[in-house]
């Protein structure tokens, strides 16, 4: 059992590398197994070869994955339900496999699962599963499926080796290796520009928090005298408030790159241009969770920052209602969703601040669950309508009737209503908030700010969640014409729901998004709960009155002058752009053409010179007797007039 986290980690990896390899083996041609070259019959049998590619891509990277999972619910079976139950810590399992000498602090090989990394293990290799299994009837006819399906394993294995290790160094590797598999993953359909770049603004932002983080590390490795995460939070009693104060803020910054809190979030939403599934991935078990992952890993260095934990609170406070305003205004309904997880994140990092780690955990848990069902019941309404735009849907309960009993149960869950899962863990974030303004860690202007936010993000929660689900699935139908068929063949109206492989993990996932709030044996703070319960159906009544008066009108008019900010998500890419983007763009065409004209001018000039000089010595070199001839007598001439002269 103690090479289980070893394992866990091996198994997608060796998937990634197994299918990027040999999915596509043999790589005979057709023309070569006895196809004659040309025509349909050569495109059918590529077509047949390619589906085969697919199928074996699919089966190298489900069954690894699955068999992941079923190690991560092994090891959490009782570490894992221990922490979400707030009961005494269990000995961790694992085991260290060396150390790498760096002529300084050494680095150790150590995977390991206690409470905290069991429960996460759980999260990712189910919700990695369901991702794999919705993309084989997703991404069906991809012809680059099975690169596709191996970046999930490797992503997968890259936020296990995150989760299981025991040394910082060892968990910055998965930690980078995510950043790649986001860039790669996000950008899937790189012919679209606008992915393309999508993708290298995740990697960009991301690396920039990433800077941070590395140093973050070094600091706590090196005043605790070991990267081993036992060592440095036992080190942590002795560490200088200064030390602790500067590693901590450190860290933050690759928390708010990973996990798209402000300043460092505007990556998230234009991540949506990758494959639905992929948002879903990111969303619920790996980027994004790997930021408040590391807080709670090393809560005791946090705990012992007080000034970073009243930034952390700033930073949530403003993320959690500005995220939610934002989702409220958008069209695209993956937008509205990630946006929404801006906004969870933000419940996380604030109940993180509020000093409970617990119940940030297990709202991350719960919000995986419901933000990967909502983004994968997302995903089968745009392949229905064919659009991300809600605009474009409208009464589409009575065609996905099973994309709409699921749906609702996550956005039930987002809102926080019971007895959905999500009322349980945000009534531990915002009871731990309520906690730390009667007296805790807070300054009194941070838990104030923090709480303040967080009972208005609720009203808003409820207001945009009840906005999507009644325009993608109440009001009139909008009727999308069609175009018309060559002569000769029919018209086909597909008004099916999508095929079993993206239905199954949907249902699946309806189950803990209803049901996982009673894990944690929760304890119910009533008046906390009732304020909570109360707000978001005030958000909700709100926009269903606006909606049921004209259906047709978008509900997001309540917001007034708001809507446009609101939409533009406050103009923050905008003051990015004007700050920074076009700024260092500027100097980069400086320094261009400073190349071009200065350092390759110089370079260029002095070739123009040589090959000038070159041709003036060129002409005494021609090849002309005669020119030889009338040379040396000129210098015969020349020899004997100054000869005559000088004497």
Same mark, same amino acid.
């Given at each position: 059992?103690?090479?289980?986290?070893?394992?866990?980690?091996?198994?997608?990896?060796?998937?990634?590398?197994?299918?990027?390899?040999?999915?596509?083996?043999?790589?005979?041609?057709?023309?070569?197994?006895?196809?004659?070259?040309?025509?349909?019959?050569?495109? =059918?049998?590529?077509?047949?070869?390619?589906?085969?590619?697919?199928?074996?891509?699919?089966?190298?990277?489900?069954?690894?994955?699955?068999?992941?999972?079923?190690?991560?619910?092994?090891?959490?079976?009782?570490?894992?339900?221990?922490?979400?139950?707030?009961?005494?810590?269990?000995?961790?399992?694992?085991?260290?496999?060396?150390?790498?000498? @760096?002529?300084?602090?050494?680095?150790?090989?150590?995977?390991?699962?206690?409470?905290?990394?069991?429960?996460?293990?759980?999260?990712?290799?189910?919700?990695?599963?369901?991702?794999?299994?919705?993309?084989?009837?997703?991404?069906?006819?991809?012809? %680059?499926?099975?690169?596709?399906?191996?970046?999930?394993?490797?992503?997968?294995?890259?936020?296990?080796?995150?989760?299981?290790?025991?040394?910082?160094?060892?968990?910055?590797?998965?930690?980078?290796?995510?950043?790649?598999?986001?860039?790669?993953?996000?950008?899937?359909?790189?012919?679209?520009?606008?992915?393309?770049? +999508?993708?290298?603004?995740?990697?960009?932002?991301?690396?920039?928090?990433?800077?941070?983080?590395?140093?973050?590390?070094?600091?706590?490795?090196?005043?605790?005298?070991?990267?081993?995460?036992?060592?440095?939070?036992?080190?942590?009693?002795?560490?200088?408030?200064?030390?602790?104060?500067?590693?901590?803020?450190?860290?933050?910054?690759?928390?708010?790159?990973?996990?798209?809190?402000?300043?460092?979030?505007?990556?998230?939403?234009?991540?949506?241009?990758?494959?639905?599934?992929?948002?879903?991935?990111?969303?619920?078990?790996?980027?994004?969770?790997?930021?408040?992952?590391?807080?709670?890993?090393?809560?005791?260095?946090?705990?012992?920052?007080?000034?970073?934990?009243?930034?952390?609170?700033?930073?949530?406070?403003?993320?959690?209602?500005?995220?939610?305003?934002?989702?409220? #205004?958008?069209?695209?309904?993956?937008?509205?969703?990630?946006?929404?997880?801006?906004?969870?994140?933000?419940?996380?990092?604030?109940?993180?601040? +509020?000093?409970?780690?617990?119940?940030?955990?297990?709202?991350?848990?719960?919000?995986?669950?419901?933000?990967?069902?909502?983004?994968?019941?997302?995903?089968?309404?745009?392949?229905?309508?064919?659009?991300?735009?809600?605009?474009?849907?409208?009464?589409?309960?009575?065609?996905?009737?099973?994309?709409?009993?699921?749906?609702?149960?996550?956005?039930?869950?987002?809102?926080?209503?019971?007895? #959905?899962?999500?009322?349980?863990?945000?009534?531990?974030?915002? =009871? #731990?908030?309520?906690?730390?303004? +009667?007296?805790?860690?807070? @300054?009194? =202007?941070?838990?104030?700010?923090?709480?303040?936010?967080?009972?208005?993000?609720?009203?808003?929660?409820?207001?945009?969640?009840?906005?999507?689900?009644? %325009? @993608?699935?109440?009001?009139?139908?909008?009727?999308?014409?069609?175009?018309?068929?060559?002569?000769?063949?029919?018209? !086909?109206?597909?008004?099916?729901?999508?095929?079993?492989?993206?239905? !199954?993990?949907?249902?699946?996932?309806?189950?803990?998004?209803?049901?996982?709030?009673?894990?944690?044996?929760?304890?119910?703070?009533?008046?906390?709960?009732?304020?909570?319960?109360?707000?978001?159906?005030?958000?909700?009544?709100?926009?269903?009155?606006?909606?049921?008066?004209?259906?047709?009108?978008?509900?997001?008019?309540?917001?007034?002058?708001?809507?446009?900010?609101?939409?533009?998500?406050?103009?923050?890419?905008?003051?990015?752009?004007?700050?920074?983007?076009?700024?260092?763009?500027?100097?980069?065409?400086?320094?261009? %053409?400073?190349?071009?004209?200065?350092?390759?001018?110089?370079?260029?000039?002095?070739?123009?010179?040589?090959?000038?000089?070159?041709?003036?010595? %060129?002409?005494?070199?021609?090849?002309?007797?005669?020119?030889?001839?009338?040379?040396?007598?000129?210098?015969?001439?020349?020899?004997?007039?100054?000869?005559?002269?000088?004497?």
């Amino acid at each position: 059992m103690t090479t289980f986290p070893l394992l866990a980690v091996l198994l997608p990896a060796l998937a990634a590398a197994t299918g990027l390899l040999l999915s596509r083996w043999p790589h005979a041609r057709p023309a070569a197994q006895g196809q004659p070259p040309g025509g349909a019959r050569l495109a =059918a049998a590529e077509k047949t070869a390619g589906e085969r590619a697919n199928t074996r891509a699919a089966w190298i990277a489900v069954i690894p994955t699955a068999a992941s999972a079923v190690l991560a619910l092994w090891l959490a079976w009782g570490p894992g339900f221990t922490f979400l139950e707030g009961g005494a810590p269990s000995a961790p399992v694992g085991r260290t496999y060396g150390s790498i000498v @760096t002529g300084g602090v050494p680095i150790s090989l150590t995977l390991l699962a206690d409470d905290l990394s069991a429960v996460l293990g759980v999260l990712v290799t189910l919700v990695a599963l369901a991702v794999q299994v919705y993309s084989v009837g997703y991404l069906e006819d991809d012809p %680059r499926y099975p690169s596709y399906s191996a970046f999930i394993s490797l992503f997968t294995s890259a936020m296990l080796l995150v989760v299981y290790a025991g040394d910082l160094l060892i968990l910055y590797v998965g930690w980078e290796i995510m950043g790649l598999c986001s860039y790669l993953l996000i950008g899937h359909w790189w012919e679209d520009r606008g992915n393309s770049r +999508a993708a290298v603004k995740a990697f960009l932002v991301t690396r920039l928090g990433d800077v941070g983080f590395l140093f973050g590390i070094f600091v706590l490795g090196t005043a605790a005298g070991s990267f081993r995460v036992a060592d440095v939070l036992a080190k942590v009693p002795d560490m200088s408030a200064a030390t602790l104060t500067t590693a901590t803020m450190l860290l933050l910054c690759g928390v708010a790159g990973k996990s798209a809190q402000v300043p460092l979030h505007t990556w998230l939403p234009d991540a949506m241009a990758g494959p639905t599934p992929i948002s879903a991935l990111i969303h619920a078990a790996t980027m994004v969770a790997a930021g408040i992952f590391i807080v709670a890993r090393l809560f005791p260095a946090f705990l012992a920052a007080r000034p970073t934990l009243d930034v952390l609170a700033v930073i949530a406070a403003i993320g959690m209602l500005g995220a939610a305003l934002a989702a409220f #205004a958008q069209d695209d309904l993956k937008r509205v969703l990630a946006y929404s997880t801006v906004s969870q994140l933000a419940y996380m990092a604030g109940g993180l601040a +509020a000093g409970s780690d617990r119940a940030a955990i297990f709202h991350l848990v719960t919000h995986g669950a419901f933000k990967a069902l909502l983004f994968l019941c997302a995903g089968v309404v745009i392949h229905h309508v064919g659009s991300n735009l809600m605009t474009q849907m409208g009464g589409l309960r009575r065609e996905l009737p099973v994309t709409f009993v699921t749906m609702t149960v996550g956005f039930a869950a987002l809102m926080g209503l019971p007895p #959905a899962s999500g009322f349980f863990s945000k009534d531990g974030v915002l =009871a #731990a908030m309520d906690a730390a303004l +009667a007296g805790g860690g807070l @300054t009194d =202007a941070a838990a104030l700010l923090l709480y303040g936010c967080a009972l208005a993000t609720v009203a808003v929660t409820g207001a945009y969640a009840t906005r999507a689900w009644l %325009r @993608t699935f109440f009001g009139p139908p909008r009727v999308v014409a069609l175009p018309e068929p060559e002569p000769g063949t029919a018209h !086909v109206v597909d008004v099916t729901e999508a095929p079993k492989t993206m239905l !199954v993990p949907v249902v699946l996932l309806a189950v803990p998004a209803l049901l996982l709030g009673f894990a944690g044996q929760p304890h119910i703070e009533p008046a906390v709960a009732a304020i909570s319960v109360v707000l978001a159906l005030l958000g909700a009544g709100v926009v269903y009155a606006v909606w049921r008066g004209d259906p047709v009108t978008d509900p997001a008019r309540l917001l007034g002058p708001l809507r446009v900010p609101c939409e533009r998500a406050f103009y923050v890419d905008d003051v990015y752009a004007a700050l920074f983007v076009r700024p260092i763009t500027a100097l980069a065409r400086l320094v261009v %053409r400073t190349d071009d004209v200065v350092v390759d001018g110089a370079v260029r000039g002095s070739g123009r010179t040589a090959r000038g000089l070159s041709g003036w010595l %060129r002409l005494a070199q021609n090849g002309n007797v005669q020119l030889y001839v009338s040379g040396v007598l000129a210098g015969v001439i020349l020899i004997a007039v100054g000869a005559v002269m000088l004497t």
